[in-house]
Antibody, heavy 123, light 110 residues
Framework: EVQLVESGGGLVKPGESLRLSCAAS????????MNWVRQAPGKGLEWVSS????????YYADSVKGRFTISRDNAKNSLSLQLSSLRAEDTAVYYC????????????????WGQGTLVTVSS | QSVLTQPPSASGTPGQRVTISCSGS????????VNWYQQLPGTAPKLLIY???QRPSGVPDRFSGSKSGTSASLAISGLQSEDEADYYC???????????FGGGTKMTVL
């Protein structure tokens, strides 16, 4: 069974740091691009960051660029997101999601998603 | 303010056909395929439609997607009570070099 399990969330103060992890199982992790998507309480989905299968290509949303760092360890089937200089507006549930595609022309999509881990930034 | 525009809410009675629109621009929907996600209350999002109009296995054929120009839509025919959820459209944006989501549409079954 394909599974993604996030961990590392918690309560931190503004300006502090936190590291989120996503453990993958049930598929060849090293073959897939991976993503982080977050959802503030009562709000919609916001894409945060993407990393290619080999870690070469990395993208960030403007809202987190320079503060968050995505990385992966294909040997450990693990995806990470380092959150720094945290702000109140970073409070959200953070989901990791596998990116799939059938061909260049088919585009790609997120499937599956993990259950999420809650990050709360408050003094 | 989301890059993709969806109506914040939609509703219908059981058995009715309802549609949700998703409007974008040439750099996102106009250039790339659209995906739809369903988020049931208190759960993680789930893939509902990919590549504009493809259903993953296990998704009922009551759900269908389409795209034309810089807009896309999700249709639910034979609406059921279990379809009460938030629905999000998403695609890649070539100008932003990132994924963009619609603001989400809350579907209520009356």
């Amino acid at each position: 069974e394909v599974q993604l399990v996030e961990s590392g969330g918690g309560l931190v103060k503004p300006g502090e740091s936190l590291r989120l992890s996503c453990a993958a199982s049930g598929f060849t992790f090293s073959s897939y691009n991976m993503n982080w998507v977050r959802q503030a309480p009562g709000k919609g989905l916001e894409w945060v960051s993407s990393i290619s299968s080999g870690g070469t290509y990395i993208y960030y949303a403007d809202s987190v660029k320079g503060r968050f760092t995505i990385s992966r360890d294909n040997a450990k089937n693990s995806l990470s997101l380092q959150l720094s200089s945290l702000r109140a507006e970073d409070t959200a549930v953070y989901y990791c999601a596998r990116q799939r595609q059938y061909s260049t022309s088919s585009g790609s999509w997120f499937d599956p998603w993990g259950q999420g881990t809650l990050v709360t930034v408050s003094s | 303010q989301s890059v993709l525009t969806q109506p914040p809410s939609a509703s219908g009675t059981p058995g009715q056909r309802v549609t949700i629109s998703c409007s974008g621009s040439s750099s996102n929907i106009g250039s790339n395929t659209v995906n739809w996600y369903q988020q049931l209350p208190g759960t993680a999002p789930k893939l509902l439609i990919y590549s504009n109009n493809q259903r993953p296995s296990g998704v009922p054929d009551r759900f269908s997607g389409s795209k034309s120009g810089t807009s896309a839509s999700l249709a639910i025919s034979g609406l059921q009570s279990e379809d009460e959820a938030d629905y999000y459209c998403a695609t890649w944006d070539d100008s932003l070099n990132g994924w963009v989501f619609g603001g989400g549409t809350k579907m209520t079954v009356l």
